[in-house]
């Protein structure tokens, strides 16, 4: 199992070509995709998103939000900004909720490398 970050989704919906949009598209046909809920979030607040685009994408199976999530995503931002590192918020949320389900994330974003080196957050960056 794994989840995908927003920029590959984009790049999967765009048809862009990369590893990243490999490895997701294999994962979908083998049903191996979870959804971040601040993915769908991002996703969804596209105003021009086609309405049978939001229905896929919230068949999605979700992670759920464990006890304490808002927490630690805050604790796990603020560890990232100690460092110097860039933390945005919707990054934050999607790396806690990797964290909490022990997933790997997929991402073309390399702004998640302050997410791997401040705590064991696994991703598959391209």
């Known amino acids: 199992m794994i989840a995908a970050d927003t920029s590959t989704w984009i790049a999967y919906f765009q048809g862009d070509r990369g590893q990243d949009v490999d490895v997701l598209d294999h994962a979908l046909e083998n049903r191996q ?35 304490g999530y808002w927490s630690r995503a805050g604790a796990l931002r603020a560890k990232v900004l100690a460092r110097g590192r860039k933390a945005r918020l919707g990054d934050s949320l ?33």
């Open 33 to 67: 995709v979870l959804m971040a809920p601040p993915v769908l979030t991002e996703l969804l607040s596209d105003p021009k998103i086609p309405s049978d685009l939001s229905n896929a994408l919230s068949e999605v199976p979700l992670l759920e939000i464990q006890p």
């Open 94 to 126: 999607i790396a806690q909720s990797c964290l909490d389900a022990g997933l790997p994330l997929l991402t073309r974003d390399r702004d998640f490398r302050a997410f791997l080196e401040a705590a064991s957050l696994r991703s598959l960056l391209v």
